[in-house]
């Protein structure tokens, strides 16, 4: 036997080797019978998950082989990990899978359970026949050719390895274990980062139980009854995303919601090189509050089946989530490019070697008479050679190579259809829906309620968002029985119930997380983050998963869902960096993600409703920026003016006012030809005053409001730029990685020739008291900054 194992060259010989040397034991016993006294997995069933494991165990095999001559691009394996099987095994191929990137075993066997379209029960009866005559014949006996949907699990396997345009979730933009077909939902590979979203998918399959009534409707993609399951490495219990799952979902049972998701700890006992210290994930896992713990060997197929079994039927049967913290080991290191030798002894590997799955699996079909280790070696070189031919054949598959191709299923956009939504939603609140609608707003509908703020004019498009949108949610710290920091959601969840409109534990990568699942579970979230500055701890679960899905998917996966953030700054009497926040560079850096900011009350409800629409009719994942400061002003030049206040436009007008993504508004200050003034949220009030100074001195000015800061207005500012050939930019986030550089890249990419100079907050955090004052925007500032312009 080879001392230790660093290649993949390695590790196929001593399986090789260990199989061989397998002697059955004398009496043969029926494949139908369990395989144990003890255990309910038969030995028929024990050989054909022994085929999902020897076809994970090929995969990795193929990667590493790929690898070696440039054509393989992924070699994170499962190699350690196959007694995932098990846990397949266990599920049924309608429970929604989030799974890790070592879940090959998984994923092989759950594409024969959805291709057989067979409950866990029913694999032993489609089995047992056929298996005598192959599997209990010594070497050499009858071949038995590869399951259909195993082949096809791996030919899915290989073409992510070699970014197949034809691998069929993501095209060949990633490997992920994903298809929606098998209900696996593909995760990408931050660090716990689906966990939240997990978390967020079980509470909403629930939801729509309520919602919907115990028959599952055509926008909820799995049936009520249904368990999810999130798989991940020992290693990230200790990541951020993984404990605010683990909390919100012992939070969520506490009150007691139900919450039915099996999470699934696959624990090897390292993190790339770092150990996991003994004892120290049990603990982790056993303390979480509200959480059950089991724990197996996921070495040995029967233990981890009988576990896996128990932990899903009481998640299916109470509701509550439970987690499974199977022991494995690690062969083949982390990836290609790992030599665990750095870190590891040889005796260490040498251990792990002797509970590698695939042995300790052969030693149990031997153990029971069911087959020679000399058949179970030929067996694993039959499919090894079928792999291998597979992967010849997906090497010749085009690859993505047109930049329109790879960008195509990013952001889906459909601003027609999105019209065609609002103004459905305009015809069903002037029509049938007008009754509920008048009842809803206690006869007084906001168009008759007389000039609103911009507060006001949120509230009033939510409720009437919660009409339209049966399946629309609106959660958050503090948005329920309080309405919020600021009123914005005040008297919605009287309204429309706590079903719909709802408290959150006070973590926002909880908040995020339970709006990811939601919409993945067809419902339309709009969460809340109570201030711009509490979201950077969280912003992955928008940049790593929101923004990803589709891309990731093809499409085939969507989470819509409309985020409302109160941010930047200005805010009176109340300081300081958190509640003060003029930092939006993280959110526009994100690909596909709309960044919405409202100025103006007339602005603030037609573009929530088309956010909402977008969201509903392209999946799209929409951010939508409140000014903080703007909330609850009235007047713009002159106290008492009410010159901020506006009417909130009734359904007949909202097909005609409606404003598309990505396009500005435009205000004339007096002769309107002389500067441009480009500029957003509370710009667009401290840009309107100091046009009216500047127009007392003989200047016109023409005041754009981007209101869209992703994507921008580009065709709006360039025609707007060349009206007048002057440009100032009023850029109130900061001057480094600010709106402005966005702006004046869009419009020199244009080929804009005019003159062009900004005015931006410095780059400093805000600070409290009056010495906000000295960083931010004013409108001293604006005026002088023009007057420069055009004396230019």
Not at 16 to 32: I, K, T
Not at 243 to 254: E, K, M, Q, S, V
Not at 603 to 618: I, K, Q
Request: negative net charge; proline residues 5%.
């Amino acid at each position: 036997m080879l001392s230790d194992v660093t290649t993949q060259y390695d590790l196929d010989e001593r399986l090789r080797v260990g199989l061989g040397a397998l002697v059955a034991a004398q009496r043969h016993r029926d494949p139908s019978r369990p395989v144990r006294e003890e255990a309910s997995l038969t030995g028929a069933r024990v050989l054909e998950l022994f085929d999902a494991q020897i076809i994970s165990r090929q995969l990795d095999l193929a990667g590493r082989w790929l690898r070696s001559f440039d054509e393989g691009f992924y070699t994170i394996g499962s190699a350690g990990h196959e007694g995932n099987a098990a846990v397949a095994a266990a599920l049924r191929p309608t429970d929604p899978a989030l799974l890790h990137y070592r879940s090959g075993a998984f994923y092989c066997v759950r594409a024969a359970q959805a291709g057989g379209d067979r409950t866990p029960d029913d694999h032993a009866a489609a089995t047992a026949g056929a298996v005598e005559g192959t599997w209990g014949a010594p070497a050499g006996g009858v071949e038995r050719p590869l399951a259909p949907e195993y082949a096809e699990a791996a030919r899915d396997v290989l073409r992510g390895m070699v970014a197949s345009a034809r691998e069929p979730i993501a095209g060949g933009r990633h490997k992920v274990f994903g298809r929606a077909d098998l209900a696996v939902v593909p995760t990408t590979s931050t660090v716990a980062s689906h966990l939240p979203r997990a978390v967020g998918l079980g509470l909403a399959v629930e939801r729509s139980r309520r919602l919907d009534g115990n028959t599952a409707p055509d926008s909820a993609p799995w049936p009520p009854e249904s368990v999810v399951l999130c798989s991940f490495g020992d290693a990230s219990v200790n990541h951020a995303s993984a404990t605010a799952a683990l909390n919100a979902a012992g939070w969520y049972d506490h009150n007691g919601l139900r919450l039915p998701v099996l999470f699934l700890c696959e624990d090897n006992g390292l993190g790339i090189s770092v150990r996991s210290p003994q004892g120290w994930v049990a603990a982790v896992l056993r303390a979480k509050p509200g959480v059950r713990y089991l724990t197996a060997d996921g070495t040995d197929l029967v233990e981890a089946y009988a576990m896996a079994a128990e932990a899903v039927q009481w998640v299916r049967r109470h509701r509550r989530p439970a987690v499974l913290h199977l022991s494995t080991v690690r062969l083949m290191g982390h990836a290609g490019a790992d030599a665990e030798t750095a870190y590891r002894t040889t005796d260490e590997m040498t251990a792990d070697l002797e509970r590698d799955p695939l042995l300790v699996t052969a030693r149990l079909l031997t153990g029971a008479g069911i087959a020679t280790g000399a058949a179970l070696l030929a067996r694993y070189d039959e499919i090894g050679w079928q792999v291998r031919r597979i992967a010849e054949e997906v090497l010749e598959e085009p690859k993505l190579a047109d930049p329109a191709e790879i960008l195509a299923p990013l952001a889906p956009r459909w601003p027609g259809r999105v019209a065609q939504a609002v103004a459905a939603a305009a015809a069903r609140a002037e029509g049938p829906g007008a009754a509920a609608r008048a009842e809803a707003f206690s006869g007084r509908t906001p168009e008759l309620a007389g000039p609103l703020t911009l507060a006001e004019s949120i509230n009033a498009a939510l409720a009437d968002g919660l009409l339209d949108h049966p399946r629309m949610a609106v959660f958050g710290a503090d948005i329920g029985a309080k309405g919020g920091v600021y009123g914005v959601t005040k008297g919605l969840r009287e309204r429309f119930g706590a079903t719909r409109v709802f408290d959150t534990l006070l973590d926002e990568t909880s908040i995020l997380g339970l709006g990811l699942g939601a919409g993945l579970a067809g419902m339309l979230p709009v969460p809340e983050i109570q201030y711009l500055g509490y979201l950077h701890n969280a912003e992955d679960q928008l940049r790593g998963e929101a923004a990803t899905m589709q891309f990731f998917s093809q499409g085939a996966y969507r989470n819509p869902m409309v985020v409302r953030i109160a941010g930047l700054a200005y805010q009176q009497g109340l300081g300081g960096h958190f509640h003060n926040d003029n930092s939006v560079a993280v959110l526009r850096d994100i690909p596909g993600l709309v960044v919405a900011v409202p100025a103006r009350p007339d602005d603030a409800a037609p573009m929530l409703r088309t956010c909402l629409a977008s969201a509903a009719v392209d999946g799209s994942v929409c951010v939508f920026l409140e000014p903080i400061a703007l909330y609850h002003t009235r007047d713009l030049r002159t106290e008492g003016d009410g010159e901020w206040l506006a009417e909130y436009a009734g359904p007949g007008s909202w097909a005609s006012a409606q404003v598309p993504i990505g396009r500005a508004r435009g205000y004339g200050v007096g002769s309107a030809g002389d500067i441009t003034i480009i500029t957003f949220g509370n710009g667009v009030r401290l840009s309107l005053r100091a046009a009216a100074v500047l127009a007392e001195e003989g200047v016109g000015s023409r005041v754009v409001d981007l209101r869209w800061l992703a994507p921008l207005p580009v065709a709006d500012l360039i025609r707007e730029a060349t009206a007048t050939g002057r440009v100032l930019v009023v850029d109130e986030t900061r001057r480094s990685g600010g709106v402005g550089e966005g702006v004046i890249a869009a419009l020199v990419d244009a080929g804009y020739v005019g003159a062009v100079r900004r005015v931006a907050a410095a780059d400093s955090f805000v600070p409290l008291g009056p010495a906000a004052r000295q960083v931010l925007v004013t409108e001293d500032a604006i005026t002088q900054g023009a007057r420069t312009l055009l004396a230019g």
